[in-house]
């Protein structure tokens, strides 16, 4: 089945605490994004990556980081988590034709206290 | 900052009529739009793409571009309770077709 999986799909932590949410994708999409998704304000990209080891930011990169190493995975790193970044995140993959033809994740809900 | 702006809503239809979801967007550059349906608690998925002025029709749906007013609409018939959830607008930017701006959303609901 074509998915895009992330874990964890709920996690509470601490400031402070570094976390990286997964994210994997099993149709060899060259596209990758994350998102956030906040009440009033939409989805907000983060980052995106065209392919492997090709990553740039989106429009709220500040306090998250990416990674590319293979084609199918495309983890976002929390290094400092802080309260601000509590939030629903959101991965998508696109074949890449046109990069709005995304398929998302289920959604990590992630609250930071 | 470049935006694609819908309204929020609640967009209340009757069963059976037809509902019409509204964006406009700010980069008079931007090439192709999505219309995404997100069910409460779930994530999106894509219903249609629109990246030539005029209408696109695939089912029940229909897309509509006008680039000169730099305006996209979708339209729902025959209105199901089905149908009912938060319809999200998105375009590409001019500057990168890579980049993907999302509006707020539309939250439609289909009165029995």
């Known amino acids: 089945e074509a998915q895009v999986t992330q874990n964890p799909r709920y996690l509470i932590t601490v400031t402070g605490k570094k976390l990286t949410v997964t994210c994997s994708q099993n149709?060899?999409?060259?596209?990758m994004s994350w998102y956030r998704q906040d009440p009033g304000l939409g989805l907000r990209q983060i980052y995106y990556s065209m392919n492997v080891e090709v990553t740039d930011k989106g429009d709220v990169p500040e306090g998250y980081k990416v990674s590319r190493k293979e084609k199918r995975n495309f983890p976002l790193i929390l290094e400092s988590p802080s309260p601000n970044q509590t939030s629903l995140y959101f991965c998508?993959?696109?074949?890449?034709?046109?990069?709005?033809?995304?398929?998302f994740g289920e959604g990590s809900r992630l609250t930071v206290l | 900052q470049k935006e694609v702006e819908q309204n929020s809503g609640p967009l209340s239809v009757p069963e059976g009529a037809i509902a019409s979801l509204n964006c406009t967007y700010s980069?008079?550059?931007?090439?192709?739009f999505f219309w995404y349906r997100q069910y409460s608690g779930k994530s999106p998925e894509l219903i249609m793409f629109i990246y030539s002025n005029g209408d696109k029709e695939d089912g029940r749906f229909t897309a509509q571009l006008n680039k000169a007013s730099q305006y996209v609409s979708l339209l729902i018939r025959d209105s199901q309770p089905s149908d009912s959830a938060t319809y999200l607008c998105a375009g590409d930017l001019e500057s990168s077709a890579s980049k993907i701006i999302f509006g707020s959303g539309t939250r439609l609901s289909i009165r029995p």
């Open positions: 980069d008079r550059g931007s090439q192709s």
């Open positions: 149709m060899n999409h060259e596209y």
């Open positions: 998508a993959s696109s074949l890449g034709l046109l990069t709005g033809e995304l398929f």
